[in-house]
Structure formats: C-alpha cells, structure tokens
C-alpha cells in the first residue's frame, strides 16, 4: 500500500535536546512537507521541499531544521532553540501539477518537558 | 489579514440532516486552489475536495461539494445526509499562485462537527 509513514506516533523529550522525526513517502511524490499543529489551531508551514537536494522554508522555520537526500525522506528535527516544540507534527507530500492535493501521513506528537 | 477565515468553531448536526461548512478566503492572485480536508481524532489530514478559481462548475465528491462563490470570496463545503462518521474537525486551505513550484497550503483555524444520533 502507498502512503505516508511517520514515526513514532508519540515523543517525549527533555528541554535542549534536538530531536528528528521522520517522514518517509513510497508515493513516488517530488514534493514534501512538515506543518505544526498547535491545539485549537490550523496548520503552519514549516518546511517544505520540491526535489532532493532542496528546500525552502515555510511561515515558521526558525528553530528547526530538514534534509532531502532521497525522493522518499523528509526528517524534520527540531533543535533546542525553537521555544516552544510542544505540537503535533504532520508531514505531507504531493505531486508537482496544479490543483494536486497533498496527502498527510498519521503525524507525531511531540511532547517537551 | 487572514487569508482564511472559519467562523464556525463548533457544529452541532442531527444524523442525516445536511451541512454547511464556512468558508471565506483573501487573496489577490487571480489563479489559486481550494481545498477541503477532514481531520478525525485521530490526528490524519483527509483530502476531500478541491475546487480551481478558474474552473466553471462547482466542485462535487460523492456526499461532498464545494459552494464556489469567486465575488463573495467564500467556498463553503456541503455535506449531505451527515453520518456519524462525519464528526471530525473540517479544515479549509488555499494556495495562491497555481504553477510550478508553489504548492504552499494556507489553512483556517477549522470547525469541529459533532453529528448527532
């Protein structure tokens, strides 16, 4: 089955620690995405990227970080300067055509103590 | 300025009844798309429906439709005969600028639709 895998569904950290989650997508998409979920409120950009190699941040970039080494991942981590890493974090792909619909994996709750 | 707007925070609907999901955006570009997405509690993003601001017809998937009105800048989700598997949190999202290269999503805030037995 195609889809979006992201792991784990659940993350507890300790203040200033950097944490990664991962994000990987068999949907053979050349675009990707993280967005930030915080209760009560719609989705926020934070990265997104359109090839391997590439990416450009998205409205809320400052404290975390991404790579694309490989069409199918998209790791986010999140580094102990972003102030407040508590969220649900979702990580969506799509193809490059217009009107394409992007499509969302199960997301990771990350919690920091 | 928000660049969608939900006014409805909270929806309660009978079982079977139709509903009517707000939706209002603001944008400037003449060429951009808009999407309707379910999210259940699970936490997954549903894709539901997608309507062009150059398509003619208004949207329509299976028990969901999209009410297009490009003059009043509002793009309202009907869903008929609610099921009780309906209740879940609705998010409206736009993308401005319909090329190559920018497939950046902008969202609302969302309504939670409670469907009632």
């Known amino acids: 089955d195609g889809g979006i895998t992201q792991s784990p569904k659940y993350l507890f950290r300790k203040e200033g620690q950097n944490v990664t989650l991962s994000c990987e997508q068999n949907?053979?998409?050349?675009?990707m995405y993280w967005y930030r979920q915080d209760p009560g409120q719609g989705l926020r950009l934070i990265y997104y990227s359109q090839i391997v190699n590439d990416f450009q941040k998205g409205d809320i970039a400052e404290g975390y970080s991404v790579s694309r080494e490989k069409k199918e991942s998209f790791p986010l981590t999140v580094t102990s300067a972003q102030k407040n890493p508590t969220a649900f974090y979702l990580c969506?792909?799509?193809?490059?055509?217009?009107?394409?619909?992007?499509?969302f994996g199960p997301g990771t709750r990350l919690t920091v103590t | 300025a928000q660049k969608i707007t939900q006014t409805q925070p909270g929806m309660f609907v009978q079982e079977k009844e139709a509903v009517t999901l707000d939706c209002t955006y603001d944008t400037s570009d003449p060429s951009y798309g808009l999407f309707w997405y379910k999210q259940p509690s699970s936490g997954e993003m549903i894709f539901l429906i997608y309507?062009?601001?150059?398509?003619?017809q208004n949207a329509t998937e299976g028990r969901y439709s999209l009410n297009f009105q490009k003059a009043r800048k509002s793009a309202n989700l009907v869903i008929s005969a609610s099921q009780l598997g309906d209740s879940a949190m609705y998010f409206c999202?736009?993308?401005?600028?319909?090329?190559?290269?920018?497939?950046?999503?902008?969202f609302g805030t969302g309504t939670r639709l409670t469907i009632i037995p």
């Open positions: 969506a792909s799509s193809r490059k055509r217009t009107g394409n619909e992007q499509y």
């Open positions: 949907l053979n998409h050349d675009a």
């Open positions: 309507q062009g601001s150059y398509d003619q």
């Open positions: 999202a736009m993308r401005e600028g319909l090329y190559f290269g920018n497939e950046k999503l902008t």
